[in-house]
């Protein structure tokens, strides 16, 4: 099979198998949520921006949101072979890219992220195996089908797999 990188934008998803590569840029508070079938080295990851779908008006993208965006990579990954009970996640994002006075929940969006895509495996009892979250910034991410690994790099702070 053929090395193929798959680019993630913003609110979107994408899935690969064997040597495939799943790659997001710029992740700031947004998660990337990315899941493993070990047994069919099939790989998942999904570009969050927002916690939950319940809160805000725009219902037109269930990869925006965390609580969606866990259930539409799983139910797409399972359409291709992947068992749920073998499913494993890591995740990568949720900084508090910007300071503001007051510091309002609201504002705490990474934080929130993060805490909403645990919350969305939770529910699944898929569990989450490593994850490099927080901090005050950006990441891109390259996830590897083959293995599950995932290489975080960031600006001034290194290059980490997890």
Excluded at 49 to 65: F, G, H, N, R, V
Excluded at 101 to 107: N, P, Y
Excluded at 133 to 143: K, L
């Amino acid at each position: 099979m053929k090395k193929r990188v798959l680019q993630v934008g913003m609110a979107q998803f994408a899935v690969g198998q064997g040597e495939d590569v799943l790659k997001t840029l710029g992740l700031g508070s947004c998660v990337g949520i990315c899941l493993y079938d070990p047994a069919m080295h099939l790989g998942g990851l999904v570009h969050i921006m927002l916690p939950e779908m319940s809160q805000y008006q725009d219902k037109s993208t269930e990869a925006k949101y965390a609580d969606t965006g866990v259930r539409l990579l799983v139910r797409e990954m399972q359409r291709i072979g992947a068992n749920p009970s073998r499913l494993r996640a890591k995740l990568a994002g949720g900084a508090q890219m910007f300071t503001f006075s007051g510091q309002s929940e609201i504002m705490r969006i990474g934080e929130r992220n993060v805490a909403a895509s645990h919350k969305a495996l939770q529910e699944l009892q898929i569990p989450v195996v490593a994850e490099h979250t927080g901090g005050n910034y950006g990441r891109t991410i390259e996830f590897y089908c083959n293995g599950g690994a995932l290489e975080v790099r960031t600006i001034g702070h290194g290059t980490f797999t997890i």
